[in-house]
């Protein structure tokens, strides 16, 4: 720099390592006079990145859509660095840019599958890098199951029966991958506590005409939950005149004892308090 010799001419790639001092010659273009000083070029590291596992959700609706809590992935992607702030973005171009960082609470755009640029920027620096977060949304298991009713068969009035709740294992599971279970009461298959066993599954005797049992069906490769009910009822019989009789007298020409009867019209002397055309 002070004999003019060997300038540094276009772009100057640093040869130390983060640091390097680089001498710098003013000269007066008029009368020559020249002054030297220096300048340090300074290389901040950029934040270190990792490609994250990827994130698998459960959708609650079936749609592939759901809320997801951005701020839990934080931990997992500064992998033990500080003085990082951590933001998402749906491209590439807008973490680049630092454009429309989604919220905290995001809900995904793409269904079942979306893919974010993460932006790790130094807080003192201004140095950034991006890396990718995949998401999965997984479906829980689909309930679809009928009621379960019975007649009141056993000591008639009482309407007390026993189920066999495990019948409708297989309409529930319907060939899903899926851990079945059933409850008694709704908070309870939330919180998985007190599963009916299995011996008392095959041998539920309701305490109520009607009762709603709890389903809680758990897909096995996600486990994704999922949770239904129907009701177990038992039905009173009809209420009956026991051996009522049907008299008509025998008015044709022969006196045989033969008579021909329109059995309908015993209905209205054999139902007790009901319509008699709600039975066959």
Do not use: M
């Not at 033990?80 to 998402?88: A, D, E, F, H, N």
């Amino acid at each position: 720099a002070e004999n003019n010799e060997n300038s540094i001419i276009g772009l100057y790639t640093n040869i130390e390592e983060d640091g390097q001092i680089i001498h710098v010659r003013l000269e007066d273009n008029e009368t020559g006079c020249a002054t030297t000083t220096t300048l340090e070029l300074i290389v901040n590291s950029i934040p270190e990145i990792i490609i994250p596992p990827i994130l698998e959700v459960c959708d609650a609706n079936y749609d592939g859509i759901t809320t997801i809590d951005l701020s839990l992935l934080d931990a997992t992607i500064l992998d033990g660095q500080t003085g990082i702030t951590v933001t998402y973005y749906e491209t590439q171009e807008d973490a680049e840019n630092a454009t429309d960082a989604l919220p905290t609470e995001y809900q995904n755009s793409n269904p079942y599958l979306q893919e974010l640029i993460v932006r790790l920027e130094d807080d003192l620096t201004g140095c950034y890098s991006t890396t990718t977060q995949a998401i999965i949304i997984n479906i829980p298991g689909i309930i679809e199951v009928t009621d379960y009713e019975l007649c009141d068969y056993t000591n008639p009035g009482t309407l007390t029966e026993v189920f066999d709740i495990t019948t409708k294992d297989d309409e529930i599971i319907n060939r899903q991958d899926v851990s079945l279970s059933y409850f008694t009461s709704f908070s309870e298959s939330q919180d998985n506590i007190n599963a009916l066993t299995n011996a008392e599954l095959v041998a539920y005797q309701n305490t109520a005409a009607s009762e709603t049992i709890y389903i809680r069906l758990e897909q096995n490769a996600t486990e994704c939950l999922s949770f239904g009910s129907f009701n177990v009822t038992v039905n009173p019989l009809p209420n009956v005149i026991e051996n009522t009789n049907l008299v008509q007298c025998d008015i044709d020409d022969i006196q045989d004892g033969i008579s021909i009867y329109n059995l309908e019209e015993a209905a209205e002397n054999l139902v007790i308090g009901d319509d008699p055309n709600n039975y066959v």
